[in-house]
Nanobody, 124 residues
Framework: QLQLVESGGGLVQPGGSLRLSCAASGFTLGGSAIGWFRQAPGKEREGVSCISSSGGSTNYADSVKGRFTISRDYAKNTVYLQMNSLKPEDTGVYYC?????????????????WGQGTQVTVSS
């Protein structure tokens, strides 16, 4: 069964850090571009970051540039999202998604597999 599982969410104070993980089972992430998306309460889901299948290309939403870093570990079949200097507006459910393609896409419909999401809450 093909599955993506996110972990690493939680409650953190403003200025704090979290590292989210996206682990795959049933397939190899190495042949896929991986995106992270988030959905804040009452808002539409938005793209946060993406890493190409080779790992050679990454992109970030303007709101997280300089604070978030996406990376992948092929041996562990896992993609990470390191989130630093967190702000209350980063609060939301974070999803990872896999697109069976080499390059990153902005549109959600390009992604073939989705995880169930992990909650990130930034609050004092």
């Amino acid at each position: 069964q093909l599955q993506l599982v996110e972990s690493g969410g939680g409650l953190v104070q403003p200025g704090g850090s979290l590292r989210l993980s996206c682990a795959a089972s049933g397939f190899t992430l190495g042949g896929s571009a991986i995106g992270w998306f988030r959905q804040a309460p009452g808002k539409e889901r938005e793209g946060v970051s993406c890493i190409s299948s080779s790992g050679g290309s990454t992109n970030y939403a303007d709101s997280v540039k300089g604070r978030f870093t996406i990376s992948r570990d092929y041996a562990k079949n896992t993609v990470y999202l390191q989130m630093n200097s967190l702000k209350p507006e980063d609060t939301g459910v974070y999803y990872c998604a896999a697109a069976v393609t080499y390059v990153c896409y902005d549109e959600e419909y390009e992604y073939d597999y989705w995880g169930q999401g992990t909650q990130v809450t930034v609050s004092s």
